[in-house]
C-alpha cells in the first residue's frame, strides 16, 4: 500500500512520493514564545513527531525544521510589562516549550531556527518580492500586495473581496487593507533592526518563507502546523514564497486542535493547562499517548477523565511488555522493524490512522498475554516483539527515552521502585501461604488490588500487574 496523506491546499487524500528519492524535508511551524505552552501547543509538536517516526520506519532520511517566532507584538508587550528585554520573555518561554517537547518524548528537529537569526535572509525575500511588484514599501513598513497574486486565499478557500482587513497593520498607507505587513517599522523603544526600508522587525508570515527556503530549499515535501495557521499564516506564507518564485510546500499538513467545553484551548479564553502543571499530576508518557491516539486531523476535547481512560489503555501495553520481558528473559531490548504487524503498517500509510494502528497493537498485545498465561514462549515472542516495534513508532516505547530516564515518568526509575516494594510484599505472601497461613497471604492479595495491583499465580511463578 502506498502512504497517503490528506493534503489541505488539494483538499485530497494523495500518494506522498518524496520529490527527492529516499529524503523527505517537513517544514513545521513551531511555537510563537510569548508565554509557555498547554496541552493545546505541543499536540502539534506530538503529531508530527508520530508523522516523522513512521517516515523514518519507512526507511526515508527526514530534514525536521521547526521555527521558533522569538519576536511579536505579544513578545515585545509582556517584556514591557516586566520591564526586560524581549529576549528575556523570549528565551524563557522557549525552554518552557523544549521542556515540553522533551517530556513528551518528541524527537529534536534537525534544525530549530529563530526569526531574529535570520533578518539577513529575510530582508533578501522582501526584496525579491518588491522587485517583482509583489510588495512595496509605505509609512516605514513593507507589505505583500495580496491583488498582484491571482491564487491568494487557495489554500483557506476564500475569495479576497470577502475577506476582512489584515489585523497585522491597520496603517493608512496600505494601499487595500487586506496587504499584510512583511515588515513593521519600529515605534519608539522597541526592538529593532536595520533595511533598506527603515528600522523595524519582521512581520509574522515572511520569518517561515525564508527559513523554510534556507533550510529545506525552494520546494520541499510538507509543511504542518495546526489547523488554525491555515489562515491567515499558512495563505500569506504561500504567497509570498510562490510570488517570489518558489514551489515552496508540495504538501499541506495541519492537525485539528485540542479543545476544552466545546471551545480551542487557548490562553485567551483563560482554559489552558499548562504542560509543566500537567505533567506533574499525568505521567508524560501517559499524555503523549492520549494526544498521539486520536487521529492528527480529529478535534480532541481534553479531560481528566479522557486522559485516565487513555493512561489505562497504555498500562496494559505496559504491562504486557514487561511480563513478556521477564518471561521470555530478555535482558537486552532491541527493536525488530520488520515485527510490526502488516495491518499496523497499513493503518499508518493510510494518513497516519494511529487510531486503527492503536487496535493493532491491542489486539497484538492480548494475544500475547493468552500465550504468556499458556507458557506458549514462541508466541509470547512474536507478540512481544510486534508489541515493541509498534510503540517504538508511535514513541512511546517504555524502554526509550524519556521514559526510561530517571525522573522522567513512571517508566524509570519511578517503576523499578515500585517493582522492588510490590516484590517485597509478594515475598511476604509467600512466606505466609509456605506456613500456610492463607488468612494473611489471601489478605496481602486483596490488599494489592485495592490499590490496583493484580497479581496472578501462574505455573513460571508470580507475576504483578497495574490493573486496567
Request: charge should be negative.
Amino acid at each position: 500500500m502506498a502512504l497517503r496523506f490528506y493534503d489541505t491546499a488539494s483538499r485530497s487524500v494523495r500518494d506522498f512520493v518524496p520529490l527527492v528519492e529516499g529524503r523527505v524535508g517537513i517544514y513545521l511551524c513551531g511555537a510563537t514564545v510569548q508565554a509557555p505552552p498547554h496541552v493545546g501547543h505541543i499536540r502539534s509538536g506530538v503529531a508530527f513527531d508520530v508523522i516523522r517516526r513512521w517516515l523514518t520506519a519507512r526507511g526515508l532520511d527526514v530534514t525536521f525544521v521547526r521555527n521558533v517566532t522569538d519576536i511579536d507584538d505579544k513578545i515585545i508587550h509582556n517584556a514591557g510589562h516586566e520591564d526586560v528585554p524581549y529576549w528575556v520573555v523570549a528565551m524563557r518561554n522557549e525552554r518552557a516549550f523544549t521542556r515540553a517537547y522533551e517530556a513528551l518524548g518528541c524527537l529534536p528537529p534537525t534544525y530549530e531556527p529563530r526569526a531574529t537569526g535570520h533578518i539577513p535572509e529575510i530582508v533578501a525575500l522582501m526584496q525579491r518580492l518588491l522587485d517583482v511588484d509583489h510588495g512595496y514599501a509605505a509609512g516605514g513598513d513593507v507589505y505583500f500586495d495580496v491583488r498582484a497574486f491571482p491564487d491568494y486565499g487557495k489554500l483557506s478557500g476564500q475569495k479576497i473581496d470577502d475577506m476582512l482587513a489584515a489585523a497585522d497593520s491597520q496603517s493608512l498607507a496600505k494601499r487595500d487593507p487586506r496587504d499584510f505587513a512583511m515588515w513593521k517599522g519600529a515605534k519608539a523603544g522597541e526592538p529593532h533592526w536595520d533595511t533598506p526600508w527603515g528600522q523595524g522587525r519582521p512581520g509574522w508570515h515572511i520569518e517561515c518563507s525564508a527559513m523554510a527556503r534556507k533550510y529545506l530549499g525552494p520546494c520541499f515535501d510538507i509543511h504542518g502546523g495546526g489547523l488554525d495557521l491555515v489562515f491567515p499564516h499558512h495563505e500569506n506564507e504561500i504567497a509570498q514564497s510562490k510570488a517570489a518564485g518558489d514551489g515552496f510546500a508540495n504538501f499541506w499538513l495541519h492537525n485539528a486542535w485540542v479543545t476544552t467545553s466545546g471551545e480551542k484551548m487557548s490562553k485567551s479564553l483563560g482554559n489552558s493547562l499548562l504542560v509543566d502543571e500537567v505533567v506533574t499530576r499525568v505521567r508524560p508518557v501517559e499524555l503523549r499517548y492520549y494526544l498521539a491516539g486520536a487521529h492528527y486531523r480529529s478535534m480532541i476535547e481534553y479531560s481528566d477523565v479522557s486522559v485516565a481512560e487513555a493512561g489505562q489503555g497504555y498500562r496494559r501495553i505496559e504491562g504486557f511488555l514487561a511480563r513478556a520481558r521477564e518471561a521470555l528473559g530478555r535482558s537486552k531490548v532491541e527493536v525488530d522493524p520488520s515485527a510490526r504487524p502488516a495491518a499496523f503498517n497499513a493503518a499508518m500509510d493510510d494518513d497516519i490512522a494511529v487510531p486503527a494502528a492503536l487496535a493493532v497493537l491491542h489486539e497484538t498485545a492480548r494475544e500475547g498475554n493468552a500465550a504468556l498465561a499458556a507458557n506458549a514462549f514462541d508466541a509470547t515472542a512474536v507478540a512481544f516483539d510486534g508489541v515493541l516495534a509498534m510503540v517504538e513508532v508511535l514513541g512511546i516505547n517504555p524502554w526509550a527515552k524519556p521514559w526510561s530516564e530517571s525522573g522522567a515518568s513512571g517508566s524509570g526509575r519511578e517503576t523499578e521502585v515500585i517493582d522492588s516494594l510490590v516484590k517485597v510484599v509478594l515475598a511476604q505472601r509467600q512466606d505466609a501461604r509456605a506456613r500456610k497461613d492463607y488468612a494473611a497471604a489471601d489478605a496481602i492479595r486483596d490488599g494489592l488490588d485495592e490499590i490496583g495491583i493484580r497479581v496472578e499465580d501462574t505455573a513460571s511463578g508470580v507475576r504483578w500487574s497495574l490493573d486496567g
